[in-house]
């Protein structure tokens, strides 16, 4: 798998998670620790798209 298709990859997962995270705050019975747990999934998945965007640059 090329760095790009890595990175298209991850923006996939990145987004279903914004996805599935829009969908239990509209939820009335949103549980807190499943809220940060998407949010922190969303962060990593983030942060390793930025490692491999710097990777690409140099």
């Not at 279903?16 to 995270?21: D, I, K, P, T, V």
């Not at 940060?36 to 965007?53: G, N």
């Amino acid at each position: 798998m090329t760095i790009q298709a890595h990175i298209a990859s991850l923006e996939k997962k990145h987004g279903a998670l914004e996805e599935e995270l829009q969908a239990v705050l509209a939820s009335p019975s949103s549980d807190d620790r499943e809220i940060a747990d998407l949010k922190r999934r969303k962060l990593k998945i983030k942060d390793q798209m930025e490692r491999l965007r710097e990777a690409t640059r140099h």
